[in-house]
């Protein structure tokens, strides 16, 4: 009888073990998420009067209660939690295991960004409030009041600059991180370049100009932008979802 060996029959290719999947579904519910309490936060929060003209917009914010106010700017800080972090996780859902300085970079300055949002509202969504209420319930000499909300007014100016300016690096290192990626995107690369860009150009015109006309229009542009950019992410992630990785 012929020997035989297990090497003579066929093998069976198995299957190569599979790691974790990326958790991109939870990444589009948490870009989504972050997109609509921005949006119900921004609508929520006075804007009639031009933010340029302190007297004015301080009158506007006095007229508006505190419980108002505040759920306003926590609901805008949810929003931006949301996107923060959705960012920072989709750029490290994509780098995988390799350990990227890019994902670093998006982690580092996406964390910074968050917790100067927070120190933002913070002055805008409780301070501001509080020094403006007593600025409209004082007597006739109220000079100082003013002068003491608009000092706070110019704190958050520079809060509101430094925060433009962390998420445009933010958004750059994960835009980047997309276009070098093997399993990225070069498209939504190059929407997140563009955005950063614009958060950048808003960071610049705050700085110089505070709210100025010019400022401001810079602010609805980078806004406008930021939020189309995440709703494309999100509509990305959501398509990883459904592919598996090699």
Known sequence: MPSTSLASFPQVAQPAPAGPR??????????????ALLTVGTVLHPAHADPGEPAAAFAEYAGVSRGLWVAAHLLQLG????????TVLLAQAVDGTRGSAWSQVTTVFGTAGLATAAVLQAVDGVALKAM???????GDDRSQLFGAALAVRQVEIGLDALFALLLAAAVLAFGIGLLTA????????????????????NSLALALGGFS??????????????????????????????????
Do not use: C, E
């Open 22 to 35: 990326p958790p991109y579904r939870f990444l589009t519910a948490l870009a989504l998420l972050g997109a």
């Open 79 to 86: 929003g931006v939690g949301g996107l923060v972090l959705g």
């Open 132 to 138: 403006v209420d007593l600025w409209s319930g004082a």
């Open 182 to 201: 093997p399993n990225g995107s070069k498209w939504l690369g190059a929407v997140a370049v563009v955005t950063a860009a614009a958060a950048a150009a």
């Open 213 to 246: 006309h010019t400022a401001m229009i810079a602010t609805t542009v980078s806004g406008a932008l930021a939020l189309v950019w995440i709703l494309l992410a999100a509509a990305w992630s959501w398509r990883r979802a459904v592919i598996r990785q090699p």
